[in-house]
């Protein structure tokens, strides 16, 4: 017959805590799919709505992450202080709330570059008609 441990309350605490660290994670990705089509389609106002849903999201985060930092920076500790079977939960939604942030940074700088190849796009275009119409002016040419 196996053995059944109970999970300590800062284990179950820390578990929670990455559960919904998780939870909030799934949602800012699906945001950042959402937001990498209005940058791709220049849609300035339904941008600006994600971008209100993200920091919504990302205030909810915050004190997960407060309670997360004593952990930061010696998680191998911790998950080799753990039982096997906390050990093997822990690490597996470390290995996801990891991952699921990697591909919400990876979103933010494909339309980070997008938006700046935008801009550089407009900008070109002003110059090029504020150019025009100097040029247009020099030689007396009225449109």
Same mark, same amino acid.
């Given at each position: 017959m196996a053995m059944i441990t109970e999970r300590s309350p800062a284990t179950a605490r820390l578990v929670q805590a990455l559960m919904t660290q998780k939870k909030l994670y799934v949602q800012l990705l699906e945001l950042a799919g959402r937001q990498s089509l209005h940058v791709a389609g220049g849609e300035s106002e339904a941008l600006m709505a994600v971008l209100a849903a993200r920091n919504r %999201? %990302? *205030? @909810? %985060?915050? !004190?997960? *992450? @407060?309670? #997360? @930092? !004593?952990?930061?920076?010696?998680? @191998?500790? #911790? #998950? *080799?202080?753990l039982p096997a079977v906390d050990r093997e939960i822990v690490a597996g939604l470390l290995k996801e709330v990891q991952q699921l942030l990697a591909d919400i940074l990876a979103h933010d700088e494909r339309d980070k570059e997008s938006l700046m190849r935008q801009k550089q796009d407009v900008g070109t275009q002003i110059t090029r008609t504020v150019t025009g119409a100097a040029l247009n002016r020099a030689y007396g040419i009225r449109r």
């Open positions: %999201i %990302i *205030d @909810q %985060i915050v !004190p997960l *992450d @407060q309670e #997360l @930092q !004593p952990y930061k920076g010696r998680w @191998q500790e #911790l #998950l *080799d202080s």
